[in-house]
């Protein structure tokens, strides 16, 4: 399934592009503290947005496996972080996962986006569970994923994509099933 455009009421939830990479690299990407404990590191220049990531975001946009999406706040048209949810077929399920801009910390959007998220992958990808992972000192993605309701099953590690850092970990899983249809 093509990755469609979401909208909550305060954000509109669409594929990035190759012509979004100044605007995410300048908000988010080059910045250490919202990097600090995910996956990719930070980038140096706006190539790097571009080279290790955006530049496959077109294929992504049209696989099973991936559904990612920029966060683009109504108020003001920007770009304000990205997130969306992707197959991990180690474990055998898709997993959810955000970034935001700092300035936009704090401000519930990164709940609302994903939120929006997990109707998605009831409603839409008709699954009847998603996981959700967090590095331990990043307490307020935990509380991201205890307020959409899942729950905690155990600690763990993941790694970086360029292999150079491992993460301690949380753990948690959201069973869909429990949750009411919207629509």
Known sequence: MQTPILQTERLILRPLKIADAEEVFNSWTVDPEVAKYMRW??????????DHWLSGADEAAQS???????IIYKQTGE???????????????????YGLAKRYWGRGIATEAAQEFVRFVKDELNLAKLCGKHAIENVASGKILQKLG?????????DSFDGLRTFNCREYILDLTNLPKEG
């Open 64 to 70: 099973d496996k991936t559904y990612d999406w920029g």
């Open 150 to 158: 899942f729950e905690y099953i155990g600690d763990g590690t993941y």
């Open 79 to 97: 770009i304000v972080g990205s997130g969306g949810v992707h197959y991990n077929a180690d474990e055998a399920i898709f997993e959810i996962g």
């Open 41 to 50: 590191s930070v980038h140096k220049s706006v190539n790097d947005t571009i």
